[in-house]
């Protein structure tokens, strides 16, 4: 593991797409490439309702269960970070959980999407923001693979555990990723992931949690930001996993 102590160094500026701008952890991330000097094109269902008074964001609407809705968006941008979650759950939490539940699989079909888009711009990284449920327990034995795993961190971070259906779905979009050439990176947030500070320090990890002292799975919307714009400047885990925490 590596410990982050700042933003690396800022380099040229960065064209950077972000699905699901308008969300908990995508308007983070729009927030922090912004800060750092990027250009943003800022993707959602429909951007036309969005007022922004920032300068380096351009507001576009983008279907991302359509490759060809994808396609037509890439041109000109250097990363993709795809934080594509069913509604919007930085307002209506309760109805992305039933949404997602409802049907699980919508996330290996945007993967699929994604990487199709991607076939006529080789060269755009995607960053996906996806679930830390497919992260390994211990070596070989991934949560998401074990009803009574699964279960255990549903009941402590508060979710139903009909969840465990979008858990899944999350992992299977994984092992979509994981079957492509493609320039892409899997991003799982560590168990526990709320609003909070924004303090630049944390652990990175592979495939397992990062654990604090406590023994708890946790960091804040923002250092993920943090994490996920330092990815996309300096790529280390091209076609991997990686994941942080405190």
Do not use: C
């Amino acid at each position: 593991m590596a410990i982050m102590s700042d933003v690396p160094e800022q380099g040229r500026a960065m064209h950077i797409g972000v699905i699901g701008a308008a969300g908990s952890i995508g308007s983070r991330v729009v927030t922090e490439a912004l800060a750092r000097g990027h250009r943003v094109a800022a993707f959602s269902r429909d951007a036309a309702r969005i007022r922004e008074g920032r300068e380096n964001i351009d507001w576009r609407s983008v279907d991302v269960l359509d490759a060809g809705s994808i396609a037509a968006v890439l041109p000109g941008l250097d990363v993709l970070i795809s934080g594509y979650q069913p509604g919007n759950a930085a307002q209506d939490m309760a109805d992305t959980l039933r949404r997602s539940i409802a049907d699980p699989t919508v996330y290996a079909t945007a993967a699929r999407a994604l990487l199709k888009a991607l076939e006529s711009h080789p060269r755009t990284r995607l960053i996906v923001i996806g679930g830390a449920g497919s992260l390994e327990a211990e070596p070989g034995l991934v949560r998401a693979d074990s009803d009574e795993l699964l279960y255990d961190t549903l009941d402590g971070v508060g979710l139903p555990r009909e969840y465990a259906a979008a858990v899944r779905g999350h992992r299977d979009a994984l092992n979509v990723l994981r079957t492509s050439n493609r320039l892409w990176t899997y991003f799982s947030p560590a168990e526990s992931i709320a609003p909070g500070e924004r303090t630049g320090r944390f652990r990175i990890g592979g495939d397992q949690p990062v654990l604090d002292a406590d023994g708890r799975s946790r960091i804040s919307a923002e250092d993920a930001a943090v994490a996920l714009v330092d990815e996309a400047e300096l790529p280390r885990f091209v076609q991997r996993r990686f994941t942080i925490g405190y």
